[in-house]
C-alpha cells in the first residue's frame, strides 16, 4: 500500500532561519513525488515536483530512494512562507494522490 | 485560462438526505478527481473520471459516486448523508500530455456541513 508521512504537524521558525519540511513515503515501484501548499484562505496549489527538479519560491526537495524521503528545504524562510504544506505521491500518471498530514509552517517575524 | 470551479461553495444538509456537488475543470482537461478533506482524516482521494469514466476508485462506501460529462464536467454524488461526511470536498483536474500532465489543479472546494 502507499502511504506518506509527515512526522511534523506544526513547525515554527524564525524569519532568515533554514526550514525542512520531512517526508517519507512507501510505495512499490516507482512514484511520482510532490510537495502542495496551501495559504491562508487560498487553494491547495502545486509548490514543486520532483520530476522536474526546479526550484520553486527558494524552496528545493529532493528525491532520496535509498531513505524513500522527499523533504522539502528553504534556506532562509520568509513570513510569506507561513502555510500548510502536504507532500504527496501518485503513480507515473499523476492520477490518484496520496497525501500526508500536512505540516503546518510558521515563520516568525 | 479560468481555474476549477466547484459550486456549491457551501452547503448544509441534514443526516439522510442526498447532496450533488459540481466542478467544472480547466478548458482542455479531461481528467476529474474528487478528494475528501476531513481534519481527522485529511486529504483522501475519492476517485477519478476520465471521458466519462471511472478510472480510479478510492476506499469510500458506495454512498460516494460520481459521473462526468461529454464537457468534462463533474458531478459527485452523496446518499443518505452522515454526520462523518462533513468535510471540505475538493475537486482537481488534469491535461493528459504535454508539459505538467502530472500536475493536479484543485478548485476551492465545497464545504458540505452534515446535521
Known amino acids: 500500500a502507499q502511504r506518506v508521512t509527515q512526522p511534523e504537524k506544526l513547525l515554527s521558525v524564525f524569519k532568515g532561519a533554514p526550514v525542512e519540511l520531512k517526508c517519507n513515503y512507501s510505495y512499490s515501484g516507482s512514484p511520482e513525488l510532490f510537495w502542495y501548499v496551501q495559504y491562508s484562505r487560498q487553494r491547495l496549489q502545486l509548490l514543486l515536483r520532483h520530476i522536474s527538479r526546479e526550484s520553486i519560491k527558494g524552496f528545493t526537495a529532493d528525491l532520496n530512494k535509498g531513505e524513500t524521503s522527499f523533504h522539502l528545504k528553504k534556506p532562509f524562510a520568509q513570513e510569506e512562507d507561513s502555510a500548510m504544506y502536504y507532500c504527496a505521491l501518485s503513480g507515473p500518471s499523476g492520477s490518484r494522490l496520496t497525501f500526508g498530514e500536512g505540516t503546518q509552517l510558521t515563520v516568525n517575524p | 485560462k479560468a481555474g476549477v470551479t466547484q459550486t456549491p461553495r457551501y452547503l448544509i444538509k441534514t443526516r439522510g438526505q442526498q447532496v450533488t456537488l459540481s466542478c467544472s475543470p480547466i478548458?482542455?482537461?479531461?481528467?476529474v478527481s474528487w478528494y475528501q478533506q476531513t481534519p481527522g482524516q485529511g486529504l483522501q482521494f475519492l476517485f477519478e473520471y476520465f471521458s466519462e469514466t471511472q478510472r480510479n476508485k478510492g476506499n469510500f462506501p458506495g454512498r460516494f459516486s460520481g459521473r462526468q460529462f461529454s464537457n468534462s464536467r463533474s458531478e459527485m454524488n452523496v446518499s443518505t448523508l452522515e454526520l462523518g461526511d462533513s468535510a471540505l470536498y475538493l475537486c482537481a483536474s488534469k491535461a493528459q500530455a504535454g508539459i505538467n500532465s502530472d500536475t493536479q489543479y484543485f478548485g476551492p472546494g465545497t464545504r458540505l456541513t452534515v446535521l
Open positions: 478548458s482542455g482537461h479531461r481528467s
